[in-house]
């Protein structure tokens, strides 16, 4: 039934190309004396194709022609056919394809060059488009590793210990989520290819051709799900949540092991598992670990790698406030905070509203304030819940029943009053009894 089928198309692909094409000479300033009138390709067999030119002049010209392959991306085209003939005749070109892929968009570009009185004319024709099926095949590369960087969202092509020795390019064709975004031939002695995908990325197809002798092989294909669908049979594993990757534990689920190995190192150690079916493990790391490496090989031979920077905070944050506000008293209705926090991750609040922290760790916030006493709360709290708070107290001046005055005479003044009151009713008591002491003695 396969052979049936085959031959079928190769019959109708010959009907087609045996068809005449008409052809369009291409418009020049200088009229030409030699006019193509026709290209008709004949037949197509065993990776070649035959063709008749007839040109037509008012006197017998002979020329020279050239017949290129070209499509709508390359309007260069290679050679495919050359020599010489003559107008009124019938030039019958014998075109050698076996260096020509696969493809349905082909034109065949006609340039002939003839010479009349001692001036040189050149004539360029279009056949009209048609579709080649290349019979033969390049032989494709030996393998490829696929390595998947999870966390700087990379897919790494590697065909380098596979590719044959006199391989001259290979054709790299992604798509991603059903569209095609990279069609491109590398130099096979690059020996890879990189891509970055984006975060919304969920399906990555990859298929590699070789290019050898001007023939493309059949290509090796790939599908790499970068989300996994709710009925995935891969084995894969899901990290913790962000604001749990800086504790000191870490809970890594795992689903749809088949005596999966699994390796991580940190710092100070280096394990690996071996997983079946689903479930999790515990991963500890010590205050000092700065390096978090996991990788796995799943069942389709492609490479997980999840290459952690860590930082294990177990301290809350320290504010350090960029002046001193606590005590103050301002006259303006707005106080402006200013200050600095040791852990840029962290969370500041400004009495419960949310302030922004820049790279360095500085952040500022406008409180306005009303008359009298103001209480301002500063809170740092560090991405697994770590917190810190600092209160400060600042005096808006204004009306002085609604004032607390805070110096020395307010906070004593009613101790002075008494004690005022007190010298007061003393000085006149001597008083009275200096003068009762006079009268007694005018009286005597």
Known sequence: MKSFIKNICVLMCIIFICSPMLVKAEPTEVEQPLKIDSFVLNSNENERINATLKTSAPMEISFDYKISIITDISQNGAEVAHGRGKTGEDTIIDIDMSGINTYDNY????????????????????????????????????????????????????????????????????????????EDVIPAGEGGYDYYYDEKTKQITVQLKQVLDGKLSKGLTDTIDIVKPADSK?????????????????????????????????????????????????????????????????????????????????????????????????EGGSITIVGKVDDTSATIKVNGDEVKVDKKGTFSKTVNLQVGRNSIDIEATSIIGKSSRTSLTVYKAGAEDNVEDTSFISKYSTLIVSLSASIIMLVVLIVIVKKGGKKDEKEA
């Open 107 to 182: 034109r065949f570009k006609i340039t002939v060059t003839y010479y009349v009185e001692d001036q040189k004319y050149i004539a360029n024709s279009y056949s009209q488009r048609f579709e080649y099926t290349q019979e033969s095949y390049a032989d494709d590369l030996g393998g490829r590793d696929l390595t998947v960087d999870a966390l700087a969202r990379v897919l790494k092509i590697n065909w380098s210990k596979y590719d044959s020795y006199w391989a001259q390019s290979v054709l790299v064709i992604i798509d991603v989520d059903g569209e095609r975004v990279v």
């Open 234 to 330: 891969d084995f894969y594993i899901a990290m913790p949540e962000a604001n749990k990757q800086y504790d000191s534990i870490w809970n890594i689920h795992y689903y749809n092991g088949e005596a999966t190995k699994l390796r991580y190192e940190t710092d100070s150690d280096r394990r690996e598992y071996e997983f079946n079916g689903d479930g999790s493990f515990l991963l500890e790391m010590n205050e000092n670990n700065e390096k978090l490496f996991i990788t796995y090989t799943d069942a389709k031979n492609v490479v997980w790698e999840y290459d952690f920077i860590t930082t294990i905070v177990d301290y809350a944050p320290t504010v350090k406030l960029l002046e001193e506000y606590n005590g103050t008293t301002v």
